[in-house]
Nanobody, 124 residues
């Protein structure tokens, strides 16, 4: 069982930056693929970014490519999502998810463990 806690959300103006963190409750987080997803009101939960357990493989949604960066510090059992050049359409609740395994995963069904989410609001 892995518990995930997101932090770092908030209110920011368009063009600004935020860094989200996803902290895991157990020391074996190293063996987990991690993904970030987001859900806007009335919409489905969408893929944002994913990173392999080693950090050497990443995939981004087209909508955030070049603006967001996913990274991890396995020594701290934490995955980050650096979000730059934020737009109003980035407003959503952001969730991190984790799954034991190799490679990267881009679908919600690929993940077993989920955090509670953190709100990101971008004002235009």
């Amino acid at each position: 069982q892995v518990q995930l806690v997101e932090s770092g959300g908030g209110l920011v103006q368009a063009g600004g930056s935020l860094r989200l963190s996803c902290a895991a409750s157990r020391r074996t987080f190293t063996h987990y693929v991690v993904g970030w997803f987001r859900q806007a009101p009335g919409k489905e939960r969408d893929f944002v970014a994913t990173i392999s357990w080693s950090g050497d493989s990443t995939i981004y949604a087209d909508s955030v490519k070049g603006r967001f960066t996913i990274s991890r510090d396995n020594a701290k059992d934490t995955v980050y999502l650096q979000m730059n050049s934020l737009k109003a359409e980035d407003t959503a609740v952001y969730y991190c998810a984790a799954q034991v395994g190799v490679g990267v995963r881009t679908t919600t069904a690929s993940y077993t463990y989920w955090g509670q989410g953190t709100q990101v609001t971008v004002s235009s």
